[in-house]
């Protein structure tokens, strides 16, 4: 059960939520544990969403310096520096599929750098 509402911010619910059960102190008790169970649980999500992106980055930028390495060699492995400064997994898995069709180390530089 979600108490969230664009109209109000967290602490008034909780005051009011409180305030209504101020003669059922088991109840006051029951809401707030149930409060910080939610808050758990959406700290929870948040913190498996960026190890999930974090993973998907990482892993990306392992492929690109595989396909870098494989296909232009030690010349290739030296955009490195440059591919370990991009954040966003979509445009690594882009520059994964774009290396496959690229002709130099420096054609794959001028796509990332647009």
Same mark, same amino acid.
């Given at each position: 059960?979600?108490?969230?509402?664009?109209?109000?911010?967290?602490?008034?619910?909780?005051?009011?939520?409180?305030?209504?059960?101020?003669?059922?102190?088991?109840?006051?008790?029951?809401?707030?544990?149930?409060?910080?169970?939610?808050?758990?649980?959406?700290?929870?999500?948040?913190?498996?969403?960026?190890?999930?992106?974090?993973?998907?980055?990482?892993?990306?930028?392992?492929?690109?310096? !595989?396909? +870098?390495? &494989? /296909?232009?060699?030690?010349?290739?492995?030296? $955009?490195? %520096?440059?591919?370990?400064?991009?954040?966003?997994?979509?445009?690594?898995?882009? !520059?994964? +599929?774009? &290396? /496959?069709?690229?002709?130099?180390?420096?054609? $794959?530089? %001028?796509?990332?750098?647009?």
């Amino acid at each position: 059960m979600s108490f969230a509402s664009p109209k109000f911010d967290d602490q008034v619910i909780r005051n009011t939520v409180e305030r209504a059960f101020v003669d059922a102190e088991m109840t006051t008790t029951y809401f707030t544990d149930q409060w910080d169970q939610m808050d758990l649980r959406q700290a929870w999500q948040k913190g498996y969403a960026i190890g999930l992106r974090e993973g998907r980055r990482e892993g990306y930028q392992v492929a690109v310096m !595989l396909g +870098l390495e &494989l /296909r232009f060699g030690v010349n290739g492995l030296r $955009l490195m %520096s440059d591919i370990y400064k991009i954040d966003d997994p979509d445009i690594l898995s882009t !520059l994964c +599929l774009v &290396l /496959r069709i690229v002709e130099s180390p420096e054609a $794959l530089r %001028s796509f990332y750098q647009q």
